[in-house]
């Protein structure tokens, strides 16, 4: 399988990392204000700092929640990066079997001390993960630290983002973490941030004083205004609206079968259980294991469903589509389904109001169809959307709804108001992405879907078997598998590739089961 790793893996916490409990955690050696950070940053300021038995402590927390694991040993006993790497893939693993957080920054944690410089095309996407693991984890705690940690923080984190460019500059025998402790100090934003410290503070009475006044000269009227509507936990407002655009004539037709989700909270469809899910896929795609571990990454540590937009590239009748939508109804979303072939950006990205035909953009009628904040929405077959502008091309509009910064506030023009579809998940499906452009490739994490072998025929059998009998309106256990004849047959009119073809072969003999059997 190949992927292209855009995941966002690092929605856990702070709390979460700072609470487990590790060696690293208790050592006596830390300062209150190093043990608040989150695991992966603590590891990585030690490490630059010069600490002794860092790695040690690492390996005891790794042995605390995963005892006994022979990659740690190996890991242990060779010190090397090809080592390293595979106890960090073996943590990844099994953080989306046991659906645990903590095991996802104990592997970035690995992949620290494990990555040799300089930075190849081989390790490219290792140095890619963590760069991202350490800016999301300073992103969360630069706002509240001590300047002065901020500032060593910040040496680091950007010292590594700038490895996979720069380790042209610094000793091929130097580790990874020499490296970034090297590049870092290019940066001083927070130096200067410490430098005017001093002057916040003496304006800081003057601000108090200025926003009292203020508040005592504010109108009666703006202080019983009512407040905007909040979202409780768990749910956000989509579609805000003020009352002056509710009375607006023309949009009324447009808002009517919308009414009851403007201004309202929609509530955000929660995770289940990762492993229900995981199983319930490999039952009905048995050779598709890592195609189903690299989705379920996206999750783990989530409290709600969201994934990052997903791209499954693969021949005809390998199941890409119906996997697609199985992965949305066993998370228990709402899943929308467009055909790229037959859209167009004017169509999926709503209509103006000026038209008699205005309609909202298919996320918010995913939205609304499916009553909830972060349905599923399935673009199908994305490399044979049409390439005509005249209503704009569905790929150019595609990429205001997969960047966070745009599909937070999406201007939909028959509402004519920001939207907020920051929490629509987008899976798409292509047989191959050359005729996608590549700011469409870039926004997707791309991956290969494999097409089954004649060894997963037994495999896929009981569940082609049960998914029939539910079409017929049956009870499965009315359905017996395949005798030795039938097998037979199958296996012979079979030899791997379509599921669509032996989908068709499994029911014409299911046919013919019916037609030659004893009446009474």
Known sequence: MTTSDDSNDFDHTVEDEAASTGAAADSSDLDEELKKLPRLLRYALLSSKGEEHIQERLVAEINEVCPGLAATSAWIATQ??????????ELDRRAVKQDEPALRSLSDCVRVFSLP?????????????????????FGKVCHDADEDLCAELEEFVFGWAALPACSDLVSRHASAVAGAARLGPLTAEHRLTAAKVALRRKLKEEEERRKQRDAETASTSELQKPPAPSAPEHSVIVARLSEQQ?????LKDVLGPFKGIVNVAMPLVEAPPLHVVRSALLFEFPYAAEVIDFALADLVGRPTVRLSPLLFVGESGGGKSRFARRLGELLGVNVWRTDASRADGAAFGGTDRRWYSAEPCHPFLAVAQGASANPLVIIDEIEKSATRADYGRLWDCLLGFLESETNSRYP????????????????????????????????????????????????????????????????????????????????????GGSVRLLRRIVEAILRDRDANATRN
């Not at 410089?117 to 984890?137: H, M, N, Q």
């Not at 590549?438 to 078997?465: E, G, M």
């Open 80 to 89: 090397t990066s090809a080592a390293g790497l595979e106890l960090a893939a």
């Open 246 to 250: 509710m009375k607006n004539a023309k």
């Open 117 to 137: 410089l300089p930075c190849s095309a081989e390790f490219f996407d290792d140095y890619r993960r963590v760069g991202k693991a350490l800016i999301a984890s």
């Open 412 to 495: 939909d023009p028959a509402l004519q108001t920001n939207l907020d579809l920051s929490h629509v998940s987008y899976v798409a499906t292509a047989n191959s992405v050359d005729p996608l452009p590549s700011p469409i490739r870039d926004r997707f994490r791309v991956v290969r879907f494999p097409k089954p072998t004649s060894a997963d025929l037994d495999a896929l059998l009981p569940a082609i078997i049960a998914d029939l009998a539910k079409e017929r309106g049956l009870d499965p256990n009315w359905v017996p598998p395949l005798d030795g004849t039938e097998h037979i047959a199958a296996a012979q009119s079979w030899h």
